[in-house]
């Protein structure tokens, strides 16, 4: 299609064209996760709002045009106290939970990234910019710390847009002896004894969390590239650090020419995380519910607004997901999506929009040909929903009840013995195991029927 993407940019605060650096290599770069504890929904957002992304862009501009670099940071404060907390090494807590959320991401089934980065891999570039930025009179020495020195570079606090007095009157920053302005923040630290650490030429330490995606996206994307995404919580202060950082490091007029931030999740209009409690992990839903639920559920707000986390949008995506199986095909080449039904994708990812169509591409497909299936099964394809054949989707509904028939019949059995005996507590408990593997029991006129879930 010809017509042009628009997203939403951080830098301006408005919606704009997208116009690539170069349309046959457009770098895109997403903050990853900090491997210290297991992904939860709100860590899954970004994780299918950029999937969509790369795959529009890929769409778009041709597959091979789009290199899409997700970072992993497998060293920071929280995975030291985290290995701690649990009592196992650094290395395996970073490789498990590592394990784990690729696997979530399989779930929500996500594409890998072109390159998925370590940071403790990537520690010699790291001491190499700041290096340069030292040499450059942008970063001190103190105290065996080296800082960046914030009032150096005067576009500071564009991308946020936050001004200097502010932040420091607002105690927005960490004050430390060490600095010699309460702004400045920290590219390399000394470690303790008990801590990881590297060799630098300012002693062993560890760098600052901000630096190594500067690092990273330089090596894999070069000094300037076109797209920088995260969550709204990374735009200050690591996206304006990281600016800060390569801009100064490399002389350039930017890092990334788009800055892209999705809002949160929220779950009774709270901010869903770990600090809140009110967390709900990603790999607690896979015994339960299809991925593909999950997904489109994701993506059933627009990525700048807040979602609303809770069962019944669950419900209605599963609804959707499966009535839009009834007209399942499986595709051998995927059908040209019409233009009028790729805008909302194409107008700063308007998913609902998108998904809105897709409703209207079911309906002409349910009355119409194969061909109106086709085109159906291929707009739904290129946002990662309906990809799994229908006895895929079918199988895993199926699993989903996790127990033979046999085994309900004698466990409504037990229960019907429990009640006799007046033993509710045992017979609420056989009713709530079953309920556990999707089978739901019903008691009417003093019998005992049940359903699948
Ligand atoms: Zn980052």
């Not at 042009?4 to 690539?20: R, Y």
């Not at 519910?289 to 949008?313: C, E, F, T, V």
């Amino acid at each position: 299609m010809n017509k042009d993407i628009f997203l939403t940019n951080n830098l301006s605060n408005k919606k704009e064209k997208f116009v690539p650096i170069d349309e046959k290599k457009i770098g895109m770069y997403v903050c990853g996760p900090t491997v210290y504890d297991n992904p939860h929904i709100g860590n899954a957002r970004p994780l299918v709002i950029f999937d969509i992304l790369f795959k529009i862009l890929k769409y778009k501009y041709g597959k091979n045009s789009v290199t899409y670099v997700r970072n992993i940071t497998d060293i920071d404060d929280k995975i030291i106290k985290s290995s701690r907390e649990n009592n196992i090494s650094i290395s395996e807590l970073t490789k498990k939970i590592i394990t784990n959320f690729n696997s979530d991401c399989d779930f929500l089934i996500c594409e890998n990234p072109s390159e998925q980065p370590k940071a403790t891999e990537h520690i010699d570039l790291m001491i190499k910019m700041i290096a340069e930025l030292i040499n450059k009179g942008f970063a001190y020495e103190s105290n065996k710390h080296i800082y960046f020195q914030v009032n150096k570079f005067k576009e500071y606090g564009k991308l946020s847009n936050k001004k200097l007095e502010d932040l420091v009157a607002g105690s927005r920053v960490e004050v430390s002896e060490n600095k010699k302005t309460p702004e400045d923040f920290v590219l390399w630290k000394p470690s303790d004894d008990n801590e990881p650490f590297w060799n630098s030429p300012w002693g062993k330490g560890r760098p600052g969390w901000h630096l190594e995606c500067s690092a990273m996206s330089k090596k894999f994307l070069g000094s300037e590239f076109d797209i920088h995404g995260g969550g709204i919580d990374l735009l200050f202060p690591h996206h304006e650090n990281e600016i800060a950082q390569s801009r100064c490091a490399n002389d350039t007029k930017v890092l990334a020419n788009y800055w892209v931030h999705n809002a949160f999740i929220t779950m009774s209009n709270e901010k869903m995380s770990k600090s809140q409690g009110n967390i709900l992990r990603i790999k607690d839903f896979k015994d339960k519910i299809n991925g593909q639920i999950l997904r489109l559920a994701l993506m059933s707000a627009h990525y700048k607004q807040p979602l609303d986390w809770n069962d019944k949008l669950l419900d209605e995506c599963k609804n959707t997901i499966e009535k839009w199986y009834n007209v399942y095909l499986p595709l051998k080449i995927p059908s040209k999506i019409p233009n009028d039904a790729l805008l909302p994708l194409y107008d700063d990812l308007n998913t609902p929009g998108y998904i809105a169509n897709l409703h209207k591409l079911f309906d002409r497909a349910n009355e119409g040909d194969d061909n109106d299936k086709k085109i159906f099964i291929s707009a739904c394809n290129l946002i990662g929903i309906l990809n799994q054949t229908k006895k895929e989707w079918l199988d895993f509904k199926k699993k989903k009840s996790l127990i033979s028939e046999e085994d309900i019949f004698e466990k409504i059995e037990l229960r019907n013995k429990a009640r006799e005996n007046k033993d509710y507590k045992e017979a609420d408990k056989i009713r709530d195991e079953l309920l556990d593997k999707g089978v739901l029991i019903e008691d009417k006129d003093g019998k005992t029927s049940w359903k699948i879930k």
